[in-house]
C-alpha cells in the first residue's frame, strides 16, 4: 500500500504546488492559477443564482473546493473548512433545487422568510460567531480568527438561505462580501478581493431579480 501511496501522494503534491504557482502579479502579490480558476467558476456560479439556474450548484461544488485548497494554504482555516462545509452544501442545495419542497408541499420557489424567521436566523448567526473566533484563536494559528469567523458563520446562514430559496440570502451575501473583502486583502488575495467586490453589486442585483420572482403570499411559515 505504501509503494502505491507514496507515488501518488507525490503526484497530488506536485500538482496542488504547480496550481498554486503564479498566474500573473496584481498589486505586488502573485494571482496563482488555482485562484484564476476558482475565481471565473464563482462568478458564473453567481450569475446562475441571480437566474435561478440549477448549474449554480456544480459550479459551486467545484469552486469551493479550489477555494478550501487556496485558503487552507494560506493557514485560513475557518474560510478553508467552510469551503468544505460548502461543498457539502452544494450537494444539499442541488438536491432542494431539484427535489425539494416547501411546509406546505409546494415545490421550492423564490419565497420570503418573514419577520420571526429573520429574527432567528440573525440571532443564531451572532450567536455562532463568538464560539467559533474563540475555537480558531485557541485551537488553530490562524491570524485573524475573529474576523475569518465572522463571513464563515454567515455565509453558513446564506447558504441555507440560498438552498431553500429564501430571498434574504442576498442581503447575507453583501455582508459577508464586504467583510471578506477585507480579510482577503490582508491575506493578499487581490484577485479574490476583485471577486468579493464584484459580489457585492451581483448580490444586490440577484436581490432584486428575486424580488420580481415572488409570489403573492409567499412568505414562509
Avoid at 476558482?38 to 450569475?47: K, T
Wanted: net charge positive; aromatic share 14%.
Amino acid at each position: 500500500m505504501d509503494a502505491l501511496l507514496g507515488p501518488l501522494t507525490a503526484v497530488l503534491d506536485q500538482s496542488l504546488n504547480r496550481a498554486l504557482s503564479p498566474a500573473f502579479t496584481a498589486l505586488g502579490s502573485p494571482i496563482s492559477w488555482l485562484e484564476l480558476v476558482a475565481f471565473v467558476l464563482a462568478i458564473w456560479m453567481v450569475v446562475c443564482n441571480m437566474r435561478v439556474q440549477v448549474l449554480a450548484w456544480p459550479l459551486a461544488l467545484t469552486s469551493s473546493l479550489l477555494y478550501f485548497l487556496l485558503f487552507w494554504s494560506g493557514k485560513l482555516y475557518g474560510e478553508a473548512s467552510l469551503q468544505l462545509l460548502f461543498a457539502a452544501l452544494a450537494l444539499w442545495g442541488w438536491w432542494q433545487w431539484l427535489r425539494g419542497r416547501t411546509a406546505e408541499g409546494d415545490t421550492l420557489h423564490v419565497r420570503t422568510l418573514g419577520p420571526k424567521g429573520r429574527v432567528t436566523a440573525l440571532l443564531v448567526t451572532l450567536a455562532a460567531w463568538p464560539l467559533l473566533g474563540l475555537f480558531l484563536q485557541h485551537r488553530t494559528d490562524s491570524p485573524l480568527p475573529y474576523w475569518d469567523a465572522l463571513p464563515t458563520v454567515a455565509s453558513i446562514t446564506g447558504q441555507w438561505l440560498l438552498g431553500r430559496k429564501y430571498q434574504e440570502n442576498w442581503p447575507v451575501w453583501v455582508m459577508v462580501n464586504l467583510v471578506s473583502i477585507g480579510l482577503f486583502a490582508l491575506k493578499g488575495y487581490w484577485l479574490t478581493v476583485v471577486l468579493y467586490a464584484v459580489f457585492v453589486p451581483m448580490s444586490v442585483a440577484g436581490w432584486r431579480a428575486w424580488q420580481r420572482q415572488l409570489r403573492p403570499a409567499t412568505v414562509a411559515a
